[in-house]
């Protein structure tokens, strides 16, 4: 399968912003999770509660990762920017491939934090980068490399700068 361009990755990431996707991902896991406790506790059959309980974990997940996609979207307009470097390191598991970024910008400093690529296939290299900001945010909100676009799972970590 190839790798998607950045504009198919830009398209893909605004139409993530116009859809209903992020309520129904919630909403796909909050009301089994009801029906579940519904049925528990009507039936008395309390063994039902840790799958109502881990069907609200996953919703909680999934809510607590829409904020970042939100920043992103809103990043891909924002005249903020600035020109940096990103390294991309590979952790494999034998259930899954986390991504890291160490993004590092001239005047905006070090940031490090995890990162799911949408259409293309990281390696572990160094990038040159521009890094998108917005009002209120101190971190990049959005990565564009030639290869594909970088957004935040979570709040980035902030590094010491190297002297």
Do not use: N
Not at 71 to 99: P, V
């Amino acid at each position: 399968m190839r790798d998607s361009t950045q504009e198919e990755q830009l398209e893909t990431l605004r139409s993530m912003g116009r859809s209903w996707v992020g309520l129904a991902a919630q909403g796909m896991f909050v009301v089994p999770a009801l029906i579940v406790f519904y049925k528990a506790f009507t039936l008395r059959e309390y063994g039902l509660i840790p799958i109502g309980a881990g069907l609200l974990l996953f919703a909680a997940v999934v809510f607590q990762g829409m904020p970042h996609i939100r920043r992103a979207i809103q990043g891909i307009d924002s005249d903020d920017r600035c020109e940096g470097t990103a390294q991309i390191s590979i952790e494999e598991s034998s259930e899954t491939t986390y991504y890291k970024a160490i993004v590092t910008t001239p005047l905006r400093g070090r940031w490090v934090f995890h990162f799911q690529p949408q259409g293309w296939t990281p390696e572990e290299v160094v990038l040159p980068v521009e890094c998108r900001f917005i009002d209120g945010v101190e971190w990049p909100v959005l990565v564009v490399a030639e290869p594909g676009l970088i957004s935040p799972r979570e709040v980035p970590k902030a590094l010491m700068r190297e002297t």
